[in-house]
């Protein structure tokens, strides 16, 4: 089962899940004698093909059964038995036929009127079967799906409907029975069968003779070949025409498959435990011969590298892919989540709130990306508190503004969260969300919705969904007195030197409008870019204790470091001069503005990674242990492309490369050409070797000063610069340069050299 369960999400995530059932279906195929025992034992296709129908079928069940379960409830008084060696004595035989003719009447016609809503996953899993038994049993492929979908899919459910969760409490006995006797002359019609045996079912012969046109015709349209495209998200730049806000669906047209960490781990434990009984089988294999051993051996290599799966515990409960919000909320309110300090502390931040009505006199509220941290809060906490937000008002319409100020990395939603929002949310949100206002969207937002595509495909391009290029376009809708934006948004706006017609320099040129406030500047650009299906201005944010260096390159070039940032951004103006000297000016009130007792600590910060490991890669790639060489030869792979070190193709990461001992002029190539390409490392890189040469061998020592003489001439930039940080910077490692001189006696020849 946990197979079947890791199997299915995962290669769906991949949009691999047609390729998965062809396989799988082919291997059961192969193995059948016949075309009516496929899919009848409990192996790993039939366990695959049970889990798709109660991932991608639950909502389309209920759709189906609740509304005649609910007419059955009503009249509960019915009789269905057609035995007459089981009618009770006050029951009439004819009465009970004609209940049961009629009850199979309303649910097989709903079963056939309900093609179109078939779920999309089920329609691939119906026409992979259809492919591969028409290939083995080319008389039967109609046959064989219609058997399968009735005897696994629709039957158990309508026999059964507390199980599968269409209704809350287990049907009366008369009930019951009247659907057992319901799904028995489903089964007969979906095998094209009449009753001979059970003489008490002979009377409804002909009914089954008159369904079975109307049957073929149900399982031949939900067995149609697939365009695969239809079920991928469209392209960002195709706004999508029936999209969760603006259609009348209550849910997305099918559950969301993701990728979760109990998946994950589940399918590294699986590999681990099995890889031997996996090679095994693949060396008996037919197919030995044609594909070799490379597949293994590339599994296991990974294997090795990743080491023993993690046994910690994982709390089922969040790992169901039938999680609705009534069911969400009722398992927090029994664990009293409400109670717990945690949930006060992430209540009491204000992430997300209601405050005043919209000119439509509409409740609003409010979502405050940047509040949330994704790794210091509990996000099922945070569904939990928006849920019991919004339940006051959930019968009523009302309109959303989130602000994604300043929003990055730190405030996202993972991708597992970020398709549990969908499916905790309850379905009158979709229909009472009335319009979602977005102030504030940035370049990260941006990039976070193009790589969850597949999920926010459900709003794409909604009608609802209206983005903010100013504040002011907010009174459009909600009067001013009404608007509860936090102050720290607002005060943005105020007191701006502005200048326009700035162009950001990156792989693709954009024009910008710079805006420099009295806590922030803000990169405004001036061409609309594609978010979620809708053109929108960006504008990204960076606070004063954020902006790390501001350098004059020239007349018309500055370039702006920014803490967290993988480079520096350079910008062209006319007055970088003006935009220079207002940054330095908000940069130091907000340093001067910081309390005296601020102690500065010497440990490693974001900005100092590249630097740092760039000279552990070049040190050690001067080891002696050639194991330790290719390592810091990976390494240096890594930060290149990790950081976008521009070193012109020089590196290539591969398995079983060979260092050679003696490789001091690559190392000094290397080093040369990032200190002329990359000269905002210098400082940190030569503090680091500083640091890294009082420790090293002295092979080492000498390796060391060959690769860093070469970063020395940068000092000089950083000694021109109005920002006194870098200047006591290099004046400290001059100091420990001549430090280093008179300490190490036995280096001062080379270190003179």
């Not at 490991?613 to 810091?632: C, E, H, V, Y």
Request: hydrophobic share 40%; aromatic share 10%.
């Amino acid at each position: 089962d946990e197979l079947a369960r890791v199997f299915v999400t995962i290669f769906d995530a991949k949009h691999l899940l047609h390729q998965l059932l062809l396989n799988m279906f082919a291997k059961e195929v192969e193995m059948a004698d016949c075309y009516q025992t496929i899919l009848r034992g409990n192996g790993l296709p039939t366990k695959i093909m049970s889990f798709c129908f109660k991932l991608y079928g639950s909502h389309y069940l209920y759709n189906l059964f609740a509304p005649i379960l609910a007419k059955m409830f009503i009249a509960d008084l019915r009789s269905y038995e057609v035995d007459p060696s089981r009618i009770e004595q006050h029951e009439q035989l004819d009465e009970n036929r004609k209940n049961l003719r009629l009850l199979t009447h309303d649910v097989f016609q709903a079963i056939v009127e309900s093609a179109s809503q078939f779920p999309l996953q089920l329609r691939i899993l119906c026409s992979c079967l259809y492919q591969v038994v028409q290939q083995r049993f080319p008389q039967h492929p109609l046959q064989a799906v219609s058997t399968v979908i009735f005897l696994r899919f629709l039957n158990p459910a309508l026999v059964l409907p507390h199980e599968f969760g269409i209704v809350d409490a287990e049907p009366l006995p008369r009930i019951k029975r009247g659907l057992t006797l319901v799904s028995k002359i489903l089964q007969n019609i979906a095998n094209n069968l009449i009753f001979t045996k059970e003489f008490h079912m002979r009377c409804f012969n002909d009914y089954l003779r008159s369904t079975f046109d109307a049957v073929t015709s149900f399982v031949l349209s939900i067995s149609e070949p697939i365009n695969l495209t239809s079920i991928i998200p469209s392209d960002e730049h195709q706004p999508i025409e029936n999209n969760l806000l603006d259609s009348a669906a209550l849910s997305p047209t099918y559950p969301m498959s993701y990728i979760s960490d109990a998946n994950v781990l589940a399918l590294h434990r699986l590999l681990w435990y099995h890889q031997e009984k996996i090679g095994d089988y693949l060396s008996s294999g037919r197919d030995h011969k044609a594909i070799g051993r490379r597949p293994f051996d590339k599994m296991a290599t990974l294997l090795a590298y990743l080491g023993p799966p993690d046994h910690r515990p994982l709390d089922s409960q969040w790992i169901s892919y039938d999680m609705t919000a009534t069911k969400f909320e009722e398992l927090m309110a029994k664990t009293q989540m409400h109670e717990r300090e945690e949930f006060k502390s992430l209540k009491a931040l204000n992430i997300f709130y209601q405050a005043g009505f919209s000119k439509q006199n509409n409740p609003v509220f409010y979502y405050i990306a940047r509040r949330f941290k994704v790794n210091e809060m509990n996000c099922d906490l945070l569904i939990y508190h928006v849920l019991l937000t919004l339940k006051p008002f959930q019968a009523k319409p009302f309109e959303l503004i989130v602000d994604f100020t300043h929003t990055c990395t730190d405030n996202r939603f993972k991708t597992d969260y970020l398709s549990k929002w969908f499916i905790c949310m309850p379905d009158c949100f979709y229909y009472n969300l009335q319009a979602c206002y977005i102030y504030n969207c940035n370049s990260w937002v941006r990039e976070y919705t193009k790589y969850h595509d597949r999920i926010l495909s459900t709003i794409k391009g909604s009608r609802k969904l209206i983005f903010l290029d100013h504040i002011t376009r907010l009174n459009d809708f909600i009067e001013f007195d009404q608007q509860k934006l936090p102050g720290h948004t607002l005060s943005l706006e105020e007191d701006l030197k502005v200048f326009n017609n700035a162009l950001k320099l990156s792989h693709k040129d954009t024009k910008v409008a710079i805006k420099v406030g009295p806590q922030a500047i803000q990169v405004t650009s001036s061409e609309k870019t594609k978010v979620l299906g809708q053109s929108v201005l960006l504008n990204d944010v960076y606070y004063a204790s954020e902006i790390e260096e501001v350098c004059l390159v020239d007349d018309n070039q500055f370039t702006l470091t920014i803490a967290n940032e993988t480079g520096p951004l350079s910008f062209i103006h006319n007055d970088c001069d003006n935009i220079v000297q207002a940054i330095i000016h908000i940069r130091t009130r907000w340093e001067l503005a910081q309390p005296d007792s601020i102690q500065i600590h010497n440990k490693i910060r974001p900005k100092d990674v590249p630097g740092t490991l760039l000279n552990i890669a070049l040190l050690n790639l001067g080891s002696l242990d050639p194991s330790l060489r290719s390592a810091a030869y990976n390494l240096l792979c890594a930060l290149t492309q990790t950081f976008d070190l521009r070193i012109e193709g020089q590196l290539l990461e591969s398995s079983g490369l060979c260092i050679p001992s003696n490789n001091t002029i690559f190392i000094k190539t290397i080093s040369e050409k990032l200190a002329l390409k990359e000269a905002h490392l210098t400082l940190e890189f030569l503090e680091e070797c500083i640091e890294g040469f009082r420790n090293s061998t002295i092979e080492l020592k000498h390796l060391c000063l060959e690769y860093m003489t070469k970063w020395l001439p940068n000092l000089t930039r950083f000694c021109k610069q109005n920002d006194d940080n870098k200047r006591a910077k290099v004046s400290m490692i001059l100091d420990k340069l001549i430090t280093l001189t008179i300490e190490e006696d036995d280096m001062y020849p080379s270190i003179q050299a």
